[in-house]
Structures are given as structure tokens and as C-alpha cells.
């Protein structure tokens, strides 16, 4: 019997696709991809015609080994990875790398895809093999090359310009904009008062119905002409007092057809209306029930592949969804002829099936056993979209009832709407979010004709204000995305919790708002790297990656094209001074950021000395605003695009510190500051003024009094020894919260509360840290320091390694070591992040760049042995040494 290897990405698809295939099929997990571009310079060499540089990673080399071993003693290798160009990359990894490993030795090599795992779609897979699609693979290695190149060309430019800023990428700085830009449009937006007249209206049968005014003597009335309380008041007036007459009834019939199946965007939109679900959530939620669940001892997938854009369904799928519509339908819901979709979005990929069950009889009510809560809802989503998709449209019948209003010379003109279900086809399954509400044009209107009179019952006016437009959501933001042609299905949920990890939006009640650091890496871009922020430039890139993916255009040429402009760009901005940065922010930002108050009065003139302008200025901790008239005037003020009193000192300093309030104890100020280890708060001024740093889970912005004075009030007495009498104490220290007796400390722990914890607690940490138990600072009780993790190489030569301190965790390169700020999470930090930290570090010390290709080497200790005459020739340092 023939022995065949077959690669898949994860584990529970290899179990389940192992079971189908039976004896003489070995298969694998790859655990996704296997290679990667090294985070450091020259990954992606321009200059070499883009040549990559390709490196496996640790689990990536396990898991290659594993596959290169069972492909020795296997006659073939069959890859069947997703169907995607992520998945054709991941078949073109593993096949380079057994390439370069010398296992293959001329064994035959296979592609298969299968859009939903079930016994059938392998088993036609499995059947008809290809060759790597190469076209499919040029595309990722475009895509891959591009967000490389912007991100470690771009992003250390913001790093220099711009302190605090973390990183910028090809469609997450796009995708920000777009968010940005809403809420430059809700700054920019004025308020406008309008005044609608509503009147409710009798029949001759006593049947109530609304009509609402649309035009008096002649001349149209829309929306927003009623303007003013007088206006109003006036047509009310005239409607209190006029005879109202049928001047024409008009009915009209109407359909509303179907929704098409799911695709990645349209279901991560739904889900997020519908049921609260984060894309993200969304998509883990979806790979799971790709990769199916066990029934009746069979694993099996339940809904098709989940990342793509395509609407259409197999001819069978809609053959059996045809044969569920009649079979649990009455005859009328059915079509006489089933439904094809077409997808409307810019530079759809490659043609996927649309998200579907993998079996329309698999009803939810089934499968609800074998799923958790949210499996279930979304599966029952996904489910009512797809059956919904093949049946019949709704029948409406639109009524439009006009009326005469004479009220002596004046005549007004009044329109009552109606709209009737008459047939509900799909809508008896399934809604939409946005229609599910009622809305005026719903309701029924009563049996009228021409010439009938009714009788006024009630006149309201009533005063309405025009609203600016509504943040984006997730869903509405990934809507806007598509319209646009910028990302792709499977790129959505990832740049979205790209640009939450970098602090660049924040989620307030479902909507998305930019941060600060977010609108100044926008504003940076948008005045230095306009071009590539641009929504038509990023969505034609995209439709060049579809012509690559198409075999239209050679990939290095797109690249090509892109480098020599982008390349321009990157000089010219290394070249730009700093007042050329601040004059761009503060031209972009200066009207969000000092708002005309309406007064007359100047919005930038400063508040202390009266002659100054107040402008963005850039300092070593990031952004902040300052007086032109520095060093004479010193004024300065947190950076905050968040409104309120711009040009106001109140609730500063004259550092620009956050005054909290006074202490009612000494009288003296309590502000709150930014400082090189991270925010604290301070009690009055002086040599040696009382300090203490934050909690965890408290900010500056939302800092009270009562908070800062009960950290100036520790350490605090937790109460004393029952043994010794020593007190026992509990506080905040460089190295966390902790309670002390004697000299004895013992970190508290993430539950434990330093203002609550009691002498229970305190006496237990206490005594399991004197009999040897945990150990201060996270090290081991042997006194070694823990093993630093390198998270990559410097551009500029040797490692950077992640490392945890006496003060805390740590970044090192060479000789420059830089503090991670307090409340980072260490095990979020990326490279980019590490890179951001020493920059600043180097800054903020004065000290000089080293050599390219070095670390910077040690300070030589204080006393040091002779040196043998051998060594006295000092060799060369090595990069990545410390």
C-alpha cells in the first residue's frame, strides 16, 4: 500500500481529515506558516530585484523537521492547505523548505483544496490534484514585500519625527484615516435647528392616521426649511384652523428581495449588529465551525471556508436548499428558479464560495448540543442567511396619501405614507439589522379616496437638531473598507486589532474614536506620505495584487513602481527639520486642536503671559502644547485633541501638569505627571516632595483627588505582628504593591488590593516568603537573573533582548537598556515597539547613535586585572553583543 504525507495547518483538521482518509494517509498540522521574513533589514532587498530573505522559526523548524521526516518513508506529499493565497503560501513554504532540506528526491508533489471539510469535499479533493498555483503565491510575496517595506521604512521615520508613535502599515494607516477623518468631519459639523409639523388626521370612520407637512402656498417644503420656533408656530396656527381634504391616493407594489449568503466582510458585519461579536471573535468563532465538530462519531465541518468574498454556492448546495425550502415551506416561498448572486465589491479575489452550512438539514435547533452558546448563534446566523438567500421575495404594497390643507388664502400641503406586507417570502426567516426597526412608512394607512374629508385631531411642531455624522463601528468601518477596495477578507480583523494594540482608536460603546497618538501619526502621514494614505492609491495596489494573483502582471514590476516613489518619499522625510514637522501637525491639526470659542477672543493665545502662541510642540515623552514665547514663558499643557477649554489654564500648572486639587491636611497642590518610568503623582513642590506611582488600572486622565491623596497616603498600616508587634505595612514600591514587616516584602498578588488587603492575608505572603516560597521581583530562588528573550535584531546591527529587572522588564541592546512603561503588557512588546523604546532612551540620554553593524559596547569596569600582552590587540566587537 502507497504511504502519502498530507500537510494542513492546524491540528484539529489533521484529526478529522486523517479519519476521512483512513489507512495509507499520514497527515500533519504545519501550525500555519513555517517561514517568515526576518524582523530586521534586508528581508526585502530592493536593490537585488527584491530578493527575500526567508527564516524558519522555532516551532516553524519543529514542525518542517516532522514533515520532512515522514515525507522519507512516504512515496508522495500532498499539500492541502487552505484555499486561499494565505493557504498557497504556506504549500509554497513547506514545499521550499523540504526543497532545501534535500528530502524530496524527486517524490511526487500535489496541491488540493477543499472549500469545507467533510467526507465528500476531501474525497473530491483528493481526487483532483494540481500543481502550486504560482500565480496565487506571487501575490502573497508582493503583498508580503509591500507591507514589509512600508513597515521597516516607514516606521522607524515615525519613530524619529514623532515620540510615542508605534508603527505605520499599508492599510492599517489607510484604515486609520478613515477613522480620523470621521471625527474630523464631527469637529467640523454645526448644529442646526429645523422644526417638523406632524398632524394626526381623522377618517369619517374615526381611523387615525399621520400626515406630515410637505409644502404650503405652492412652494416645496423639505426637511430642513422650518428653521425657527416662529415658522413653526405660524404653520401651526394655519393647520389648527384649516379643512383638510384626499387630494390623491396612489398605491403602489414593491418587492424587496433577498440578502446574498455570507462573505468575510458582510458576515463579520452582521455578526457585529446582530449579535455584539468583535470580528475577531467572529472569525474564531467561524474557524471552528469550519473545522467541524464531532457527531454521531464523525467529525465533520459545518459551515463552508471563511474567508472569502465570493457570493455564489455550489450547484448542489442550492439544489438542496431548494429541496429544505419545499419540503418546510408552503409552495409560494419557493422561486420557480433558484437565485444567482454576484459580488458588488472593488477587486473581489479570487472566486470562493460563499460562507455556508455544509449541510442545509444540519438545522440549528440539531446542533445546538454540540456547540457552545456563541458556536450556536453564529451557525443559526449563518444558517437563516444562506436559506434565506434561495427563497421567494416579499411582496409590499406602498401607499402615498396626499391632503389639502386650506386655512383662508393659505393652502398646505400634507403626505401621509404607508406600507403593507402582503406576502413576507424570506423576511419570514430573516432581517437584516438595519430593517428591523419600524419605521413611518410601516404603518397601515386607513381606506381613503379622493375628495374625502378628515378632521384634524392634534397638531404637534416640533423641534428637531441636525446631527453630525456617527462614528464608525467595527462593522460600519469594515463596510467603508470594502466599498473601497482597501484590504481583503482576510486582513479586516487583524487591522482592526492592529490599530487597538497600538493605542491608535479606542472602542466607546460599540463606536470607534482616534486617540491622540492616532490623529498625530495621521497627521504626519497625511502632510509627509500623503500619497500613500490616499484611499484610491491603496485600493489600486489591491487590484494590482488581484492582477498578479491572475497571472496579468509580474510582481516584481508592481513592486518595482512602488519603490521608486516610496522610496523618494522615505528620504525626503529623514531630511525634514522639526519645526518642518510641527509647522505640517500644527497646519493639519491647529483647528481641531485650538477651537474658535466664537468670543472674538484669540484660541491660541496663551494664557499666562498673554503674547504668546500657543502651538504643537515635540518633546522627548511625546506631543505636548507650549508657548512661542519660551524660555521666558514656560506654559505648557498636555497634549488632547478632546476639546473643552482650549486656551484655558485651568486644571494645569505652570509645567503643564494635571492639578488634581489641594491636600485639605497641608494645604499643598497635588498634581499628576508623566515622567521617564511612567506617570505618578506629586504633593507640592521642593527639593524631596512626596511622590507615588499609580495602581494598576489607573490613567492620569481619569485620576481623582481622592485616588492621588490615598496614594500619598501610603504605605498605610495594615496592623500589627500578633507575634512581635511589628507593624505591618502595605504599599507601593519600584517594584509593585506589597506588604512588608520588618525588612520582609512580599509582592502582592494581581487579586490582592493594596488599600483593602487585611492582616490574614499580609501574615501568609509574608511567612511564605521568609520560608523560601516566592521571590521578590519575579526571580528565582537561586538569585539568577531570568533568561532574556531577543526579540530581533537592531537595524543598525546586534540583538535586542527583552529582559526583567530589579525595576522592572526591560529592553537591552549593547550597552542601552530602556524601561518598558508601566502598565505594558512586556509580552506584547514586538520589535517595532523595542525599537521605538531605545530610540527614545538614546534621545532623551544625549547619547550618540553607534557605529552601524555595533552594538555599543560596555563602559569598562571600574578596576580591572592586567591584561595579558595577547590580549592587548583588541578584537573587533561582534553585533549582538552586549
Same mark, same amino acid.
Given at each position: ?22 489507512? !495509507? ?30 527564516? *524558519?522559526?522555532? #516551532? ?21 492547505? /487552505? ?48 500543481e502550486i498555483d504560482q500565480a496565487l503565491v506571487d501575490a502573497y510575496l508582493a503583498r508580503r514585500a509591500l507591507d514589509y517595506l512600508v513597515g521597516f521604512q516607514l516606521s522607524p521615520v515615525l519613530w524619529r519625527k514623532l515620540p510615542g508613535a508605534r508603527s505605520a502599515g499599508r492599510v492599517q494607516s489607510v484604515a486609520l484615516r478613515l477613522v480620523c477623518d470621521r471625527e474630523e468631519e464631527i469637529e467640523r459639523f454645526i448644529t442646526r435647528e429645523y422644526w417638523s409639523l406632524v398632524a394626526t388626521l381623522l377618517t369619517a370612520r374615526g381611523e387615525a392616521f399621520e400626515a406630515r407637512l ?144 455544509? /449541510?442545509?438539514?444540519? &438545522? ?12 450556536? #448563534? ?31 388664502? #393659505? ?20 432581517? @437584516? ?16 379616496k379622493v375628495g374625502d374629508a378628515v378632521s384634524k385631531k392634534a397638531i404637534a411642531a416640533t423641534q428637531h437638531f441636525t446631527e453630525p455624522p456617527p462614528r464608525f463601528t467595527e462593522a460600519t468601518l469594515i463596510k467603508r473598507m470594502e466599498e473601497l477596495g482597501i484590504g481583503r477578507p482576510s486582513t ?28 498625530? &501619526?495621521?497627521?504626519?502621514? @497625511? ?13 489600486? *495596489? ?14 516584481? @514590476? &508592481? ?126 513642590? !521642593? ?24 496614594? *500619598? ?25 506589597? &506588604? ?12 490582592? /488590593? ?37 526579540? !530581533?535584531?537592531?537595524? /543598525? ?16 541592546? !549593547? ?68
Amino acid at each position: 500500500m502507497e504511504h502519502k504525507v498530507v500537510v494542513v495547518e492546524s491540528p484539529a483538521k489533521a484529526k478529522t481529515i486523517h479519519k476521512y482518509l483512513g489507512r !495509507g494517509y499520514e497527515v500533519i498540522a504545519s501550525y500555519g506558516h513555517v517561514r517568515d521574513l526576518p524582523p530586521k533589514d534586508g528581508s526585502v532587498d530592493p536593490d537585488a530585484d527584491f530578493a527575500m530573505l526567508w527564516e *524558519l522559526d522555532g #516551532r516553524g523548524s519543529k514542525q518542517i523537521s516532522a514533515i520532512a521526516a515522514a515525507v522519507k518513508d512516504a512515496d508522495s506529499l500532498i499539500l492541502a492547505t /487552505d484555499p486561499d493565497r494565505e493557504g498557497e503560501a504556506i504549500s509554497w513554504h513547506i514545499l521550499e523548505a523540504l526543497k532545501s532540506r534535500r528530502v524530496l528526491k524527486g517524490k511526487p508533489v500535489e496541491r488540493v483544496t477543499f472549500n469545507a471539510i467533510t467526507k465528500d469535499a476531501v474525497a473530491h479533493a483528493m481526487a483532483n490534484p494540481r500543481e502550486i498555483d504560482q500565480a496565487l503565491v506571487d501575490a502573497y510575496l508582493a503583498r508580503r514585500a509591500l507591507d514589509y517595506l512600508v513597515g521597516f521604512q516607514l516606521s522607524p521615520v515615525l519613530w524619529r519625527k514623532l515620540p510615542g508613535a508605534r508603527s505605520a502599515g499599508r492599510v492599517q494607516s489607510v484604515a486609520l484615516r478613515l477613522v480620523c477623518d470621521r471625527e474630523e468631519e464631527i469637529e467640523r459639523f454645526i448644529t442646526r435647528e429645523y422644526w417638523s409639523l406632524v398632524a394626526t388626521l381623522l377618517t369619517a370612520r374615526g381611523e387615525a392616521f399621520e400626515a406630515r407637512l410637505v409644502g404650503a402656498d405652492g412652494r416645496k417644503i423639505t426637511r430642513l426649511d422650518v428653521g425657527t420656533k416662529a415658522e413653526a408656530e405660524a404653520f401651526k396656527a394655519a393647520l389648527d384652523a384649516a379643512r383638510f381634504t384626499v387630494q390623491s391616493v396612489e398605491a403602489k407594489p414593491a418587492k424587496r428581495h433577498p440578502y446574498p449568503p455570507f462573505t468575510t466582510s458582510t458576515l463579520q458585519m452582521e455578526a457585529s449588529r446582530k449579535l455584539g461579536f468583535a470580528p475577531a471573535i467572529t472569525m474564531r468563532l467561524a474557524q471552528k465551525l469550519y473545522e467541524g465538530v464531532e457527531i454521531g462519531g464523525e467529525t465533520t465541518g459545518l459551515i463552508t471556508y471563511m474567508r472569502t468574498d465570493g457570493v455564489d454556492m455550489a450547484p448542489e448546495a442550492v439544489a438542496a436548499l431548494r429541496r429544505f425550502i419545499g419540503r418546510e415551506f408552503e409552495a409560494d416561498y419557493l422561486p420557480g428558479v433558484p437565485r444567482a448572486y454576484s459580488t458588488k465589491a472593488k477587486n473581489a479575489q479570487e472566486a470562493h464560495e460563499a460562507i455556508r452550512p455544509t /449541510d442545509i438539514f444540519r &438545522v440549528p435547533a440539531a446542533m445546538k448540543a454540540y456547540l457552545s452558546g456563541d458556536e450556536y #448563534r453564529l451557525y443559526e446566523l449563518i444558517w437563516k442567511r444562506t436559506l434565506a438567500s434561495q427563497m421567494e421575495s416579499a411582496r409590499l404594497e406602498r401607499t402615498t396619501v396626499d391632503i389639502l390643507a386650506e386655512a383662508g388664502a #393659505r393652502k398646505l400641503d400634507l403626505r401621509a405614507t404607508g406600507q403593507v406586507v402582503l406576502f413576507d417570502g424570506f423576511l419570514a426567516l430573516y432581517q @437584516e439589522t438595519d430593517e428591523d426597526a419600524e419605521d413611518e412608512d410601516s404603518k397601515r394607512l386607513p381606506a381613503m379616496k379622493v375628495g374625502d374629508a378628515v378632521s384634524k385631531k392634534a397638531i404637534a411642531a416640533t423641534q428637531h437638531f441636525t446631527e453630525p455624522p456617527p462614528r464608525f463601528t467595527e462593522a460600519t468601518l469594515i463596510k467603508r473598507m470594502e466599498e473601497l477596495g482597501i484590504g481583503r477578507p482576510s486582513t479586516y480583523a487583524a487591522t482592526l486589532a492592529t490599530l487597538r494594540d497600538r493605542e491608535y482608536v479606542k472602542i466607546d460603546k460599540k463606536r470607534l474614536l482616534p486617540e491622540d497618538k492616532g490623529r498625530i &501619526v495621521t497627521a504626519f502621514l @497625511e502632510s509627509f506620505f500623503a500619497r500613500y494614505v490616499e484611499f484610491g492609491f491603496t485600493a489600486d *495596489l489591491e487590484n494590482d495584487l488581484d492582477r498578479i494573483s491572475n497571472a496579468e502582471v509580474d510582481w516584481r @514590476e &508592481v513592486l518595482r513602481q512602488f519603490w521608486k516613489d516610496f522610496k523618494a518619499a522615505i528620504e525626503s522625510a529623514r531630511e525634514r527639520r522639526t519645526t518642518e514637522v510641527l509647522d505640517g501637525l500644527n497646519d493639519h491639526l491647529g483647528p481641531a486642536i485650538f477651537r474658535d470659542k466664537g468670543d472674538g477672543t484669540n484660541p491660541r493665545a496663551c494664557p499666562k503671559c498673554g503674547s504668546g502662541q500657543l502651538s504643537l510642540k515635540l518633546g522627548k515623552l511625546g506631543p505636548f502644547i507650549g508657548c512661542s514665547n519660551y524660555p521666558e514663558c514656560r506654559f505648557t499643557r498636555p497634549f488632547s485633541m478632546a476639546g473643552g477649554e482650549e486656551g484655558s489654564a485651568e486644571g494645569t500648572d505652570d509645567n503643564g501638569n494635571r492639578v488634581l486639587g489641594k491636600d485639605p491636611e497641608t494645604g499643598l497642590e497635588v498634581t499628576a505627571r508623566e515622567g521617564r518610568f511612567g506617570p505618578f503623582i506629586q504633593l507640592g513642590e !521642593g527639593e524631596k516632595p512626596k511622590r507615588a506611582s499609580l495602581a494598576k488600572g489607573m490613567t492620569l486622565k481619569s485620576l481623582t483627588l481622592e485616588q492621588a491623596l490615598a496614594l *500619598l497616603s501610603l504605605p498605610r498600616e495594615v496592623g500589627k505582628d500578633p507575634t512581635t508587634g511589628d507593624p505591618i505595612l502595605a504599599g507601593i514600591g519600584k517594584y509593585g504593591p506589597y &506588604v512588608q514587616r520588618g525588612k520582609t516584602y512580599a509582592n502582592l498578588d494581581a487579586a490582592d /488590593d493594596v488599600f483593602t488587603v487585611g492582616m490574614n492575608r499580609a501574615i501568609d505572603l509574608i511567612a511564605t516568603k521568609e520560608a523560601g516560597g516566592a521571590k521578590r521581583f519575579g526571580r528565582a530562588a537561586s538569585g539568577g537573573a531570568p533568561a532574556g528573550k531577543v526579540l !530581533g535584531a537592531h537595524p /543598525d546591527g546586534g540583538d535586542i533582548t527583552l529582559l526583567d529587572g530589579r525595576y522592572g522588564a526591560y529592553v537591552k541592546w !549593547g550597552s542601552v537598556n530602556a524601561t518598558i512603561p508601566k502598565g505594558a503588557n512586556k509580552d506584547d512588546l514586538t520589535l517595532e515597539g523595542a525599537l521605538g523604546l531605545i530610540a527614545a532612551r538614546i534621545e532623551a540620554t544625549g547619547g550618540a547613535k553607534p557605529a552601524r553593524g555595533k552594538a555599543p559596547a560596555r563602559k569598562a569596569p571600574a578596576k580591572k586585572a592586567p591584561a595579558k600582552k595577547a590580549a592587548a590587540k583588541k578584537a573587533p566587537a561582534k553585533p549582538g553583543k552586549g
